[in-house]
């Protein structure tokens, strides 16, 4: 789930540079989870893993917990080579991902409503 | 205006580091993965490097050696960020010659401080030989500069 306060922290309480975030996040983490899942049936381990890690990367703006977690263990199975366990592991991340890109398409519309008062 | 080196394939953190440096009157170079960086260091004038540890192509290793084998880049502070950032990682980057270390998500008025820290450092330790016989000189004298009056001629 995203944390609306640590995200508004972290984008130091600019709301255009939090809706520009959003915006680029729902772009961007398809564009990750289509890798590590390409990556995964391919069995090219390193690649999954540094999807994984930008995902991370991303998903930690959002302070999504435990979307964070869910391509932190994706990550450690790349960076271990355990592809057997990478099914699992991604559908978690896939379904904790589907929440989070919820939650912001929520923000984007309540930011861009918001905007077009002001 | 000061310039800052933005190294990271993360293209929102970039935005976000981005964004924050700009606001507060600082230039921007992007940098998407270590070739790139390399690159711009060479062809560009950069007064602070931000890089992300992990990046395609190589690591803020390469980067980092890269820069201390230089003698224009060598002085140029780094500071290393990633969301893997932990004590034994940030020894290694700083045994290298890397200036601070941060973990991802960036606090943004930490890294502010910490770039406008390091600018001032770094012009301090600039000989300031022009301007009138009474302004200051800054001497580099080793890990804390001080300043000395420039003596009456």
Do not use: W
Not at chain 1, 13 to 32: C, H, K, T, W, Y
């Amino acid at each position: 789930m995203l944390n609306i306060e640590l995200f508004t922290e972290n984008c130091g309480g600019d709301p255009a540079v939090m809706l520009e975030l959003a915006v680029m996040f729902l772009d961007e983490s398809a564009r990750q989870l289509s890798a590590i899942e390409q990556a995964m049936s391919a069995g090219k381990s390193e690649e999954m893993q540094f999807a994984a890690h930008r995902l991370r990367g991303g998903l930690c703006i959002f302070a999504a917990n435990s979307a964070v977690q869910a391509a932190e263990t994706v990550e450690l199975i790349g960076s271990n080579k355990q592809l057997e366990k990478a099914p699992e592991a991604v559908g978690r991340l896939k379904n904790e991902l589907a929440q989070i890109r919820n939650d912001v398409r929520d923000l984007i519309a309540r930011e861009t409503i918001s905007y077009s008062i002001h | 205006m000061k310039y800052i080196l933005v190294a990271d394939d993360d293209p929102m953190t970039n935005l976000l580091i981005t964004r924050e440096l700009q606001k507060n009157g600082y230039g921007v170079l992007m940098a998407h993965d270590v070739v790139h960086a390399s690159m711009t260091l060479t062809r560009s004038r950069v007064d602070v490097v931000i890089v992300d540890v992990r990046m395609p192509g190589g690591s803020a290793f390469d980067v980092i050696r890269r820069m201390k084998h230089s003698t224009r880049l060598g002085p140029i502070p780094i500071i290393a960020i990633s969301s893997g950032m932990n004590g034994e990682l940030a020894a290694a980057l700083k045994r290298q010659g890397t200036d601070r270390c941060m973990k991802k998500p960036i606090d943004l008025n930490a890294l502010l401080g910490t770039v406008m820290e390091l600018v001032s450092q770094q012009e301090l330790t600039i000989v300031h030989r022009s301007g009138s016989p009474k302004s200051p000189v800054y001497i580099d004298v080793g890990a804390e500069p001080k300043m000395v009056e420039q003596p009456h001629e």
